[in-house]
């Protein structure tokens, strides 16, 4: 046997170390947060409970343990875990707030490997990740990056029908009256700018996804800078002048382009090797075919700007070494679990051209539904002797229902389904978290498998 030092031993351990930095991506209100909060609070358990059986080294036995550890980046917020499970613990329980920057957490796991090699070396090793979390609209910023600026606001009146047409009105009113050649006048575009804002929290507050740009309804620290008072305009005349109002908003929408965005994906997202995306799809469902059309339609420009071919934009632009991506359902402990499978499949049918790309890039990728944070639980009501199976929760308002929420669609739904079936999504409040428990979910340990099982080895 080899004496070794306590110094070499904590040489090999050091170098033993692996990392992973998983990206969990999502539209606003997606379950970021949730899911971020319930890692943590389910890594944190695993020494004392049985609460991962999905994952196989915590079913072997072979997780040490798991701390929280100051993270690399001491530029950006440290992710508010204690402050989501404190909202939790509340009497009654309460949903962590939404997020309104961006924050990161790194999670330390001790672990008994299985490899005999890494075995040969150290009895224990340890994997580091990292995890940021971000408000959902910013991610909506990331098709911007190949846009110039008439082509985007192209998009964006393209968009206008329906109920956007409606909600435009005051901002296009007030567009109408702008010469967009004469001397820029700051005050003026400004003032428009604002109601360009205003028609885009209208938008979120119908119910509706795609919102760009993403900052203007989360600004942080850039509110009232001159870099997020720009609007979508179409400029007719063949040269605009150096001075002109429509420079002006060119000249912004590219330093929004570079200082905002780029600057955000290049610092978060160049270098994360697994990525998460998750999606909400029974609310949108539950409020109507316009909601749902346009969440599709926002995930799949996301998930265009996400294509992992050498030549798409964020390989050009940040050249990210991701090997696995995981699709995941969310919340979906709305839904009586014989509805799990369906759910399953309306998301793969959601993301399926993302998928056949990634599958030509060799990058593995899987699909599954999960509940990061247990609000309901499943059994069933008698109905005329019958038994059917239903979800039982206490409301946001504090009444206990019992219910069975409708059939999810395997498929996505035709314009008619609102018509003929329907869904009800009630919010419920997240079950009480008993004391040193973890917090009850469904499949998150399934969810980790697939993104760190193989690091755990
Ligand atoms: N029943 C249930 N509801 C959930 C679950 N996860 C999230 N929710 C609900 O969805 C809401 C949004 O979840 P968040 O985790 O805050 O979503 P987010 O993606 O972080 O949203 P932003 O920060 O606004 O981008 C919560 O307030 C809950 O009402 C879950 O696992 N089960
Ligand atoms: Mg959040």
């Given amino acids: ?77 440290r992710f508010s875990y204690d402050q989501a499970m404190a909202q939790l613990e509340m009497q009654p329980p309460m949903w962590p707030e939404p997020t309104r920057d ?28 990292d995890i940021i979390d971000y408000p959902g609209e ?20 393209e968009a206008l029908s329906g109920t956007r047409e409606t909600l435009a009105k005051p901002w296009l009113e007030a567009l109408a009256q702008l010469d967009l050649n004469a001397e820029a006048d700051e005050k003026q575009l400004a003032s428009i700018a604002r109601l360009y804002t205003d028609y885009l929290h209208a938008c979120k507050q119908a119910g509706l996804h795609w919102v760009q740009p993403g900052r203007f309804v989360l600004p942080g620290e850039l509110d009232g800078a001159p870099v997020l008072q720009f609007f979508p305009c179409q400029f007719q005349g063949k040269d605009a002048t150096k001075n002109s109002h429509y420079a002006m908003l060119k000249a912004r929408f590219k330093q929004y382009q570079q200082k905002v965005v780029k600057a955000f994906y290049k610092h978060h997202f160049s270098t994360f090797d697994r990525q998460i995306v998750l999606v ?9 075919h316009e909601s749902f059309a346009d969440m599709r339609g926002a995930l799949e420009q996301i998930m265009h700007s996400f294509e992992y071919g050498k030549s798409s934009l964020l390989r050009r632009l940040f050249a990210p070494r991701i090997d696995k991506i995981l699709f995941a359902a ?24 993302a998928w056949q790309t990634a599958a030509y890039e060799n990058i593995d990728m899987s699909c599954m539904s999960i509940a990061s944070i247990q609000a309901t639980q499943a059994g069933f009501i008698n109905q005329q002797g019958e038994s059917h199976p239903a979800i039982q929760g206490v409301s946001e308002q504090g009444e206990s229902i019992t219910l069975f929420p409708g059939d999810v669609p395997e498929k996505l739904p035709a314009a008619d389904y609102w018509q003929n079936n329907g869904f009800e999504y009630t919010s419920f409040r997240p079950m009480p978290v008993e004391a040193d428990h973890p917090l009850r979910h469904i499949r998150l340990d399934k969810a980790l498998e697939y993104l760190i099982g193989d690091k755990l080895r």
């Fill in 1 to 77: 046997m080899v004496n070794l030092t306590q110094e070499v031993n904590d040489f090999i351990n050091r170098t033993l170390d692996s990392h992973v930095r998983i990206a969990v991506t999502g539209l606003s209100r997606a379950g970021k947060t949730a899911f971020i909060s319930s890692l943590v609070n389910q890594l944190l358990h695993t020494s004392t409970h049985d609460n991962l059986p999905l994952l196989t080294a915590a079913r072997d036995k072979r997780l040490v343990g798991a701390k929280r550890v100051p993270q690399l980046n001491m530029m950006v917020p």
């Fill in 102 to 129: 961006v924050s990161e957490i790194r999670l330390s796991i001790k672990y008994r490997p299985k490899r005999k090699t890494k075995r040969l070396l150290g009895a224990t090793s340890t994997l580091n990740i």
């Fill in 138 to 157: 910013w991610l909506l910023d990331l098709p911007l990056l190949d846009m110039d600026f008439d082509t985007w606001s192209n998009t964006q009146f």
């Fill in 280 to 288: 909400d799809c029974l609310t949108p469902l539950n409020e109507g």
């Fill in 330 to 353: 969310t919340k979906a402990d709305h839904v009586t679990p014989d509805q799990h499978g369906h759910l399953t499949s309306l998301l793969k049918q959601m993301v399926h051209p």
